[in-house]
């Protein structure tokens, strides 16, 4: 017979919540790499932003992000409905439902927000036990290949996002874990082993 001491913890228990912040700069492969994540472990919570930016081609609304309008974005700000939220690449606005992600807290997923610097460090207040990583990309002139090369940003819009990057790449140092997204794969192999799915 077992008493509850010797009962394993079944691996969905809310004291085993553990909330992650993956953050890095434009164009990096966040998008992929938290995609293929969940690919390989489906029980992984990875929070869906509302943004009031439009949808590239190929988005798909409620999947990608919830596209919502300025005063949509507002209303969630009164409402106290956003977890964090930037303003980024000074164009469009981005935030971290609240409801979904405690609920999946609640149930002891694992969670992962795929959020800017300036979300990132407004996590760090709301949720002080999340664990901050930070995907970097092998080398400069990789990162501004893999911005010009999906080629859905203008040329005004990429300088913009590189500006961006280069603050992003000076605040490597108030994260917990550097990962570099070479191969992807690999890159997933790690985040694997440090959320511990
Ligand atoms: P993109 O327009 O390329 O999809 O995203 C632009 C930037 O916004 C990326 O750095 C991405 O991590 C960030 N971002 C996406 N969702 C959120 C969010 O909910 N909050 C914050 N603070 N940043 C976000």
Not at 14 to 34: I, L
Not at 59 to 74: A, L, P, R, T
Request: glycine letters at 6%; a negative charge.
């Amino acid at each position: 017979m077992s008493t509850p001491e010797q009962t394993p913890p079944p691996s969905h228990t809310p004291d085993r919540a553990r909330v992650f912040v993956v953050s890095g700069p434009t164009a990096v492969g966040k998008g992929t790499v938290c995609a293929r994540l969940r690919e390989r472990h489906p029980e992984v919570f990875v929070s869906v932003s509302v943004t009031t930016r439009d949808p590239r081609p190929g988005e798909v609304d409620g999947v990608h992000y919830h596209f919502v309008s300025d005063e949509q974005f507002d209303e969630l700000i009164d409402n106290d409905g956003l977890l964090e939220w930037a303003l980024v690449h000074r164009r469009a606005r981005y935030g971290t439902p609240r409801q979904p992600v405690e609920d999946a807290v609640a149930r002891g997923q694992v969670v992962i927000l795929e959020i800017d610097l300036q979300g990132a460090r407004q996590v760090r207040h709301s949720y002080p036990q999340a664990r901050h990583i930070f995907l970097a990309p092998p080398n400069w002139d990789e990162l501004v290949r893999r911005l010009v090369g999906r080629g859905t940003e203008t040329a005004e819009q990429q300088a913009e996002r590189l500006e961006t990057a280069k603050r992003e790449l000076e605040a490597i140092k108030e994260f917990d874990e550097v990962v570099t997204n070479g191969e992807i794969e690999e890159t997933v192999d790690r985040l694997v082993e440090l959320t511990g799915l």
